[in-house]
């Protein structure tokens, strides 16, 4: 197997990306209700070529139409819910999905229908192209190319260059549109692993957050600069969520995201922790964060949803941490915004509370001869 082979069926699965992706562009609806929308056609077509005498004939294939439409039914359902489909029952479509299809092409009298009808595994395989990995892809195309050798053999004995055909055109419209789905999504990827990011928001989780930020308090050696942590906790999240629902509250959770992301500098740390906080990590020349919080406040007040935030900010010198254990330092620093953020939420909420250069206990606790980082080398 070439290696650019082995690269594309090792392909990463994109499903909680793309989820959050189409989310923060309120695209996400739409998408599931157009996904929907094409399973509950294609389960119609078999119902319908019950009516001709080209289509299946006999009980036994009459009941397989039958329970294909019925099973196309029962996906579609999962599209119209309130919320996006896990990733499990993602993947479970597409796999019953493509054996479904082959048999509704199967089942048909005449082999002919049934090489059109296999041009239906072009949308299970954009689908897939787009939001799962490289083995399920070929899964799709090993459960289409079988189907169309069984029908071509078939189309083969009265009509050869019709079955010609009907292979040729199925491999290039498969190979295009995948190539074309798998192009898009090179140009808008993330050089971030899919396992570091929050499936609902896109953003870091705590530990990729962690690992990130210790890796700026184990390297930087600019002595001028402070590094600041920065937790973002949404105010009165909980009622939100109690008067307009869980799917409304998702739906917030993302937006704001977004729109905290685009508020950032390019080299801030950005994650998304809890039911609704997000970290912030960046630095600064001074241990004021002020014009960051007034941002973050403008940000979450003039969001759709028109919530407020209480922030919690630690600042601390970056020289003093080199050379100590960067995920213990970073933790406890989380730990004092934290607080922080509890304070200015017992205070009403919608404000800051900020600490500056606080005593460390993992600074404090630390034998000097006793923490060898590599990365502070």
């Known amino acids: 197997m070439s290696v650019a082979a082995r690269r594309w069926l090792h392909s990463e699965d994109r499903y909680y990306w793309i989820t959050s992706y189409l989310a923060t562009r309120g695209l996400q609806r739409a998408t599931c209700r157009l996904i929907a929308a094409n399973m509950l056609a294609l ?69 002919a229908i049934g090489l059109v009808g296999a041009g239906a595994f072009v949308v299970v395989a ?60 090179r140009l808008v990827d993330t050089d971030v692993p899919y396992g570091e990011l929050e499936p609902l928001t896109g953003l870091l989780t705590r530990d990729a957050f962690s690992d990130r930020v210790a890796t700026i308090v184990a390297r930087d050696r600019v002595n001028d600069r402070f590094l600041a942590i920065v937790v973002v906790s949404l105010d009165s999240f909980s009622l939100l969520t109690a008067m307009r629902g869980d799917a409304d509250g998702n739906q917030a959770r993302v937006a704001i995201g977004h729109r905290i992301s685009e ?29 960051l919080t007034e941002r973050l406040h ?63 206990t993992s600074l404090e606790d630390l034998d000097s001869d006793g923490w060898d980082d590599d990365l502070s080398a």
């Open 263 to 291: 508020t950032l500098r390019r080299d801030a740390v950005l994650a998304h922790i809890g039911e609704s906080e997000y970290l912030v990590a960046d630095t600064f020349h001074t241990t004021d964060a002020t014009v």
């Open 126 to 185: 954009a689908f897939t192209a787009m939001f799962h990995d490289g083995w399920l892809l070929a899964y799709t195309w090993l459960v289409g190319a079988a189907t169309l050798l069984a029908l071509a053999v078939r189309v083969f004995g009265f009509a050869p260059a019709v079955a010609i055909a009907g292979i040729a055109l199925f491999t290039i419209i498969n190979a295009f549109v995948v190539f074309i789905c798998r192009s898009v999504i």
């Open 43 to 111: 389960s119609a077509i078999p119902l319908i070529l019950m009516l001709s005498d080209l289509g299946p004939k006999g009980s036994r294939n009459r009941w397989l139409a039958v329970a294909v439409s019925v099973c196309c039914i029962a996906m579609a359902s999962l599209w119209l819910k309130s919320s996006w489909p896990t990733r499990l029952q993602s993947r479970l479509c597409v796999g019953i999905g493509s054996i479904l299809i082959a048999i509704a092409c199967l089942i048909d009298a005449n082999a």
């Open 298 to 360: 403008h940000t979450v007040r003039t969001s759709p949803h028109r919530l407020t935030a209480s922030i919690g900010v630690v600042l601390t010198p970056l020289n003093q941490l080199v050379g100590h254990p960067p995920h213990d330092v970073v933790e406890e620093l989380i730990t004092i915004a934290m607080t922080n953020v509890y304070t200015a939420r017992m205070d009403g909420g919608h404000s800051t509370r900020t600490t500056a250069n606080p005593r460390l």
